[in-house]
């Protein structure tokens, strides 16, 4: 730690007076910079320890220790959508061609497991296969029988709020237990109306 005055006559001096003590010289190749790109890049640069050769070991595994560009793991399955047509030709190919499940996946590219299922559906109920979407989740509670009761109560009165439409439904059907928000939802998706 060192202070440094100025003399008087605008120079800057050490505390024993001594001129220029800014004045040193700085080694700027002391540490040579350079961008390494690669791990095995690194380990050449790096000064060798104990007479351990790290320029052989990269060249001899310099496809293990080549540079990989990772994805990241999803975390959902892929699902192979097989349509119509290519369920058309299974069959085909299981009936016309005299072939059994196995055959006929592994010439069309289909998964066994799926073929084997298919078949299966297809010796219960023939047209099982060919449907879409199965329906899942929890069935509606409102149906059409109380869209019904609902029009019925708007058209004798088109300003009634919520509550009011839900006083015939409750009347109409004692058994129904419903929220407002599922009534307020279904009148607005199911019935195209807007109530207060």
């Not at 790290?54 to 990989?68: K, L, P, R």
């Not at 892929?78 to 369920?87: A, E, H, I």
Request: some cysteine; glycine content about 4%.
């Amino acid at each position: 730690f060192q202070i440094f005055y100025e003399d008087g006559h605008g120079n800057a001096v050490d505390a024993y007076g001594r001129p220029k003590p800014m004045d040193y010289i700085i080694d700027e190749e002391r540490y040579a910079l350079e961008t390494v790109s690669s791990h095995t890049q690194y380990l050449h640069n790096q000064p060798q320890e104990n007479n351990f050769d790290v320029g052989s070991v990269a060249d001899e595994n310099a496809e293990d220790y080549a540079d990989v560009c990772m994805k990241e793991a999803s975390s959902k399955r892929v699902y192979t959508l097989y349509t119509d047509k290519g369920k058309v030709i299974f069959f085909k190919l299981m009936f016309e061609n005299v072939m059994n499940a196995l055959a006929a996946a592994k010439q069309l590219g289909i998964h066994v497991h799926t073929a084997q299922r298919w078949a299966q559906m297809y010796k219960t109920y023939t047209d099982s296969i060919f449907i879409k979407h199965k329906i899942t989740g929890r069935s509606r509670i409102l149906h059409e029988e109380y869209k019904q009761v609902i029009l019925e109560y708007i058209d004798e009165s088109p300003s009634a709020a919520l509550e009011q439409v839900m006083e015939p439904l409750l009347q109409k059907f004692q058994d129904l237990k419903v929220s407002k928000s599922t009534i307020y939802n279904f009148v607005r998706t199911e019935c195209n109306f807007s109530v207060k």
